[in-house]
């Protein structure tokens, strides 16, 4: 005779469950933040549950839930970093609320080490080397970051000029003085990346309604078109008619940025209710997408340039 503990089943008819469709209910992760294995052992959690499928292997010492945010990132990594190590660059960017187009989702944490220090990269973490003076940091979400001007100019040197524009229009929009970027670039002469910040600075504008409005604005400059009202409010006949992302009134064009809320059905049939009022208005609408923007810039420029009778 076979016997078996009272009310397990065996390997048989736990297969004929899962057949049937009544699996197992699945075991839920014990990994629930930022650990390491000596944290593991300490906590009693065993390789098996460490292999669990809602846990990500961040480095050959670290886990995390799949879902994790960037904090739990940061924080799984700085434990095996040097006490000077400054969060920078990208994720500095995304602690301080700052969205980076154009730029690839990097998962790694981005971190700012002395120029004598000896730190290699890893699949979880890139490594800038320089000297970070004190006044240049902040603490944020307890751990040290760059300050936004910092994180600012050190973004001049990797991400594009659009990019850089749109994370100066959303520092305007933070309330940061337009006056300091004048002194963020004395302090930065010489560093790679000032000549880039320099063409951006002046062109920052705190009505931007969106990062991708900000790039379709400097793909503009660029070309030479005139700069246009950022959130122009159209009347006609003393009737509100709609406020624009862009607009050269004296030429009654104007531009329209659609990101994603515009695929919700209400905000969809308010845009084509609000766009037949400004057409009768007598105003030319020309609406663009990121997949225009990223896909075909030089045809978004030459459209908006036919309509102001600039091509």
């Known amino acids: ?16 469950g899962r057949l049937r469709g009544h699996a197992d209910p699945p075991v839920p ?22 292999r669990h499928r809602e846990v990500a292997r961040t480095s050959r010492d670290t886990y995390l839930p799949q879902v994790a945010g960037q904090l739990d990132r940061v924080r799984a990594v700085l434990p095996g970093a040097p006490q000077s190590a400054i969060v920078s660059h990208l994720t500095a960017a995304d602690l ?26 890893r699949s979880d973490r890139r490594i800038h ?26 973004l001049a040197a990797v991400v594009p000029p659009a990019a850089l524009l749109a994370v100066t229009d959303q520092m305007l929009a933070h309330g940061f003085p337009e006056d300091e970027f004048p002194a963020i670039l004395r302090r930065a002469t010489g560093r790679r990346g000032v000549a880039a910040a320099r063409r951006v600075a002046a062109r920052g504008d705190r009505r931007a309604g969106s990062p991708m409005e900000s790039v379709v604005r400097w793909l503009l400059l660029e070309a030479g078109v005139p700069p246009p009202i950022l959130q122009h409010g159209v009347r006609t006949g003393g009737r509100f008619v709609g406020q624009v992302d862009m607009a050269w009134p004296d030429r009654r064009v104007l531009v329209e940025f659609d990101g994603n809320v515009h695929r919700d059905r209400r905000v969809f049939v308010d845009d084509l209710r609000r766009q037949n009022g400004l057409v009768l208005a007598g105003w030319t609408v020309l609406r663009f997408t990121s997949a225009d923007v990223l896909g075909r810039p030089e ?7 036919a309509a102001l009778g600039l091509g």
């Open 1 to 16: 005779m076979v016997r078996r503990a009272c009310g397990r089943r065996s390997r048989a008819e736990a297969g004929v």
């Open 129 to 154: 080397f320089s000297n970070v003076p004190a006044p240049e940091t902040r603490r944020r979400h307890g751990v040290v970051v760059t300050s936004p001007s910092r994180t600012w100019m050190d």
């Open 96 to 121: 301080w609320g700052f969205d980076v187009p154009l730029v690839g989702e990097d998962p790694r944490v981005h971190l700012t080490v002395p120029r004598e220090a000896r730190l290699r990269q």
């Open 29 to 50: 992760p014990r990994v629930t933040g930022p650990l390491d294995r000596a944290g593991a052992v300490a906590a009693g959690i065993t390789d098996w549950q460490l």
């Open 299 to 305: 045809h978004v420029v030459r459209a908006i340039l």
